[in-house]
């Protein structure tokens, strides 16, 4: 139990372009979702916290008009990355958390490269 | 804001070694949780340990809450253990997921 998945897997985009990337829990309902962003050979860093409903919490740097987070219900979250440019490119982690307070359960990950 | 260092940053292992990861946190935690990110990026869940002892296979973890520090045993490591193990610690008074830099692990066949 407790799968969380991503997609795409990985997406190559040109720059300029809009680039979604789903996360789902499979067989559990999440309460709170979390998406986070990792550079190669470094640490886990979060972006936003999203409930189901309501707008998404984001972490001081992160510009909410260019990571457009919705979580439209307790299976599903989604980021947008608007316009995205070179910098953006990253390996991005969803999780969810299923309301026990304990287990984040992490999605495989999206590679998102911006030509 | 909470401050979660591992230690070491780098380790590498011949097959069959034992090994301790460190992870030591700057404030109280609400959860504390050990992570294997395989070679593809996946997370997989070790423990969840706020306190206490847990062992699962040839996995073991304490955390001394008190002493603000856990600790990850891998005995009989295997080629399947490398990857990179991450600490990660939830703030006090909230659900925000604080990670350490992790400990970049290479076993040898």
């Known amino acids: 139990g407790a799968v969380v998945s991503q997609h795409p897997s990985r997406v190559i985009c040109k720059s300029g372009t809009s680039v979604k990337i789903e996360c789902r829990s499979l067989?559990?309902?999440?309460?709170?979702m979390f998406w986070y962003r990792q550079f190669p050979k470094q640490s886990l860093m979060l972006m936003a916290t999203?409930?189901?409903?309501?707008?998404?919490?984001?972490e001081q740097g992160v510009e909410k008009d260019k990571f457009l987070i919705n979580h439209a219900s307790l299976t599903l979250s989604t980021l947008t990355v608007t316009s995205a440019h070179p910098e953006d490119s990253s390996f991005y982690i969803c999780?969810?958390?299923?309301?026990?307070?304990?287990?984040?359960?992490f999605g495989p990950g999206t590679r998102l490269l911006v030509l | 804001g909470i401050q979660v260092e591992q230690s070491p940053p780098d380790l590498i292992l011949q097959e069959g070694a034992n090994s301790t990861l460190r992870c030591n946190f700057s404030?109280?935690?609400?959860?504390l949780q050990w992570f294997h990110q395989n070679p593809w990026g996946q997370l997989i869940n070790l423990f969840y340990?706020?306190?206490g002892t847990k062992q699962n296979g040839r996995l073991s973890a304490t955390t001394v809450a008190t002493e603000r520090y856990s600790l990850l045993y891998i005995s009989s490591s295997q080629t399947t253990d490398s990857g990179v193990y991450f600490c990660?610690?939830?703030?006090?008074?909230?659900?925000?997921?604080?990670f350490g830099a992790g400990t970049r692990l290479f076993v040898k066949a």
């Open positions: 999780s969810a958390d299923s309301g026990s307070g304990e287990t984040q359960y």
């Open positions: 067989d559990f309902q999440a309460t709170t």
């Open positions: 999203s409930n189901e409903g309501s707008k998404a919490t984001y």
């Open positions: 404030d109280s935690v609400n959860n």
């Open positions: 340990i706020p306190s």
């Open positions: 990660a610690v939830e703030e006090g008074g909230g659900f925000k997921t604080i």
